[in-house]
Protein backbone atom coordinates (compact mmCIF):
# COMPACT_ATOMS: atom_id res chain seq x y z
CA UNK A 1 0.00 0.00 0.00
CA UNK A 2 0.94 3.25 -1.13
CA UNK A 3 0.23 6.76 0.37
CA UNK A 4 0.26 10.32 -1.31
CA UNK A 5 -1.12 12.79 1.02
CA UNK A 6 -2.11 16.36 -0.30
CA UNK A 7 -3.86 19.84 1.21
CA UNK A 8 -1.51 21.31 2.65
CA UNK A 9 -0.79 24.73 2.69
CA UNK A 10 -0.76 28.50 4.52
CA UNK A 11 -4.11 29.35 6.46
CA UNK A 12 -5.22 32.29 8.63
CA UNK A 13 -6.07 31.45 12.25
CA UNK A 14 -9.96 29.92 11.66
CA UNK A 15 -9.51 29.15 8.47
CA UNK A 16 -10.14 25.84 6.59
CA UNK A 17 -8.26 23.18 4.95
CA UNK A 18 -9.32 19.76 3.58
CA UNK A 19 -5.81 17.30 3.70
CA UNK A 20 -6.63 14.50 0.97
CA UNK A 21 -4.55 10.88 1.18
CA UNK A 22 -4.78 9.03 -2.03
CA UNK A 23 -4.02 5.02 -1.38
CA UNK A 24 -2.69 2.67 -4.03
CA UNK A 25 -3.73 -1.11 -4.61
CA UNK A 26 -7.34 -3.33 -5.00
CA UNK A 27 -7.43 -3.30 -0.50
CA UNK A 28 -8.11 0.37 0.69
CA UNK A 29 -12.17 -0.55 1.49
CA UNK A 30 -10.38 -3.20 4.43
CA UNK A 31 -7.92 -0.35 5.81
CA UNK A 32 -8.31 1.62 8.62
CA UNK A 33 -7.10 4.86 7.73
CA UNK A 34 -5.58 7.74 10.02
CA UNK A 35 -4.69 11.25 10.13
CA UNK A 36 -1.48 11.88 12.62
CA UNK A 37 0.57 15.18 12.58
CA UNK A 38 4.26 16.07 13.99
CA UNK A 39 5.16 19.87 14.82
CA UNK A 40 8.76 20.54 14.85
CA UNK A 41 10.39 19.30 17.92
CA UNK A 42 7.67 17.12 19.09
CA UNK A 43 6.55 13.56 18.82
CA UNK A 44 4.20 12.53 16.48
CA UNK A 45 0.99 12.66 17.79
CA UNK A 46 -2.63 11.10 16.99
CA UNK A 47 -5.30 13.08 15.09
CA UNK A 48 -8.38 11.36 13.73
CA UNK A 49 -8.81 7.73 12.84
CA UNK A 50 -11.84 6.48 10.46
CA UNK A 51 -12.80 2.57 10.54
CA UNK A 52 -12.74 0.58 6.90
CA UNK A 53 -16.38 0.82 7.44
CA UNK A 54 -16.78 4.20 7.68
CA UNK A 55 -18.51 3.41 10.68
CA UNK A 56 -16.57 4.32 13.69
CA UNK A 57 -14.36 7.36 13.67
CA UNK A 58 -12.15 8.68 16.62
CA UNK A 59 -10.38 11.79 16.80
CA UNK A 60 -8.23 13.35 19.53
CA UNK A 61 -9.05 15.95 22.24
CA UNK A 62 -7.44 18.69 20.50
CA UNK A 63 -8.78 18.46 17.33
CA UNK A 64 -13.00 17.29 18.39
CA UNK A 65 -15.32 19.00 16.77
CA UNK A 66 -12.99 21.02 14.32
CA UNK A 67 -11.56 18.45 12.54
CA UNK A 68 -13.83 15.71 10.70
CA UNK A 69 -12.48 12.46 8.88
CA UNK A 70 -14.21 10.52 5.91
CA UNK A 71 -13.00 8.56 3.12
CA UNK A 72 -14.37 7.69 -0.12
CA UNK A 73 -13.72 3.61 -1.02
CA UNK A 74 -14.50 4.03 -4.51
CA UNK A 75 -12.02 6.85 -5.12
CA UNK A 76 -9.56 5.10 -2.58
CA UNK A 77 -9.20 8.57 -0.86
CA UNK A 78 -9.63 9.44 3.17
CA UNK A 79 -9.58 13.42 3.62
CA UNK A 80 -9.59 15.59 6.83
CA UNK A 81 -11.61 18.18 7.14
CA UNK A 82 -10.08 20.81 8.85
CA UNK A 83 -11.67 23.80 9.98
CA UNK A 84 -11.43 26.60 13.14
CA UNK A 85 -7.25 26.27 12.79
CA UNK A 86 -5.52 26.90 15.03
CA UNK A 87 -1.82 28.18 15.53
CA UNK A 88 -1.03 25.16 17.40
CA UNK A 89 -2.17 23.20 14.58
CA UNK A 90 0.52 23.93 12.58
CA UNK A 91 2.00 20.55 11.99
CA UNK A 92 3.22 18.51 8.73
CA UNK A 93 0.22 15.90 8.77
CA UNK A 94 0.91 12.09 7.78
CA UNK A 95 -1.74 9.81 6.71
CA UNK A 96 -1.50 5.92 7.31
CA UNK A 97 -3.01 3.28 7.23
CA UNK A 98 -3.38 -0.54 8.92
CA UNK A 99 -5.60 -3.80 7.72
CA UNK A 100 -7.66 -3.62 11.21
CA UNK A 101 -11.28 -3.71 11.65
CA UNK A 102 -10.75 -0.85 14.39
CA UNK A 103 -10.01 2.55 14.60
CA UNK A 104 -6.14 2.40 15.93
CA UNK A 105 -4.50 5.41 17.80
CA UNK A 106 -0.94 5.32 18.33
CA UNK A 107 1.66 5.15 15.76
CA UNK A 108 3.15 2.07 16.08
CA UNK A 109 -0.57 0.68 15.50
CA UNK A 110 0.18 1.73 11.74
CA UNK A 111 1.97 -0.32 8.94
CA UNK A 112 1.75 2.03 6.16
CA UNK A 113 2.48 5.98 6.36
CA UNK A 114 2.36 8.80 3.38
CA UNK A 115 4.99 11.56 2.90
CA UNK A 116 3.18 13.92 4.68
CA UNK A 117 1.89 17.18 3.68
CA UNK A 118 3.12 20.92 5.91
CA UNK A 119 -0.10 22.98 7.56
CA UNK A 120 0.88 26.16 8.67
CA UNK A 121 -1.47 28.54 10.37
CA UNK A 122 -0.29 31.99 10.94
CA UNK A 123 -1.78 34.05 13.85
Known amino acids: VQLQASGGGLVQTGGSLRLSCAAS????????MGWFRQAPGKEREFAAT????????CYADSVKGRFAISRDNAKNTVYLQMNSLKPEDTAVYYC?????????????????WGQGTLVTVSS
Open 25 to 32: GRTFSTLS
Open 96 to 112: AARHTMGVPTTVSDYDY
Open 50 to 57: ISWSTSRT
